[in-house]
Nanobody, 120 residues
Framework: QVQLVESGGDLVQPGGSLRLSCAASGFTVSSYAMSWYRQAPGKERELVAT????????NYADSVKDRFTISRDNAKNTVYLQMNSLKPEDTAVYYCKAALRRSYYTDVYWGQGTQVTVSS
């Protein structure tokens, strides 16, 4: 059974740090492009960061670049999002996504989300 389970969301003060985890089962994260998205109430879900399967290259939204770091631990089959210098604007539910492009479609899996709240 394919499953993604996010954890690590919490309440944190502005300027603080959190590390989110996305534990995968039923597939190997090194074979997939793994991404973190976030969604605030009433707003569109937005892409935060991506790490590719083969080379491990990363991309970030401009709003989080130089503050967030996506990484992968293949031995643990887990993807992380290290979030530093957090701002109130980072408050959202954060979701993990796995994607594997096929010839005619893309396999996509989503986690359940974890709440991050940045407030004093």
């Amino acid at each position: 059974q394919v499953q993604l389970v996010e954890s690590g969301g919490d309440l944190v003060q502005p300027g603080g740090s959190l590390r989110l985890s996305c534990a995968a089962s039923g597939f190997t994260v090194s074979s997939y492009a793994m991404s973190w998205y976030r969604q605030a109430p009433g707003k569109e879900r937005e892409l935060v960061a991506t790490i590719t399967g083969t080379g491990g290259s990363t991309n970030y939204a401009d709003s989080v670049k130089d503050r967030f770091t996506i990484s992968r631990d293949n031995a643990k089959n887990t993807v992380y999002l290290q979030m530093n210098s957090l701002k109130p604007e980072d408050t959202a539910v954060y979701y993990c996504k796995a994607a594997l492009r096929r010839s005619y479609y893309t396999d996509v899996y989503w986690g359940q989300g974890t709440q991050v709240t940045v407030s004093s």
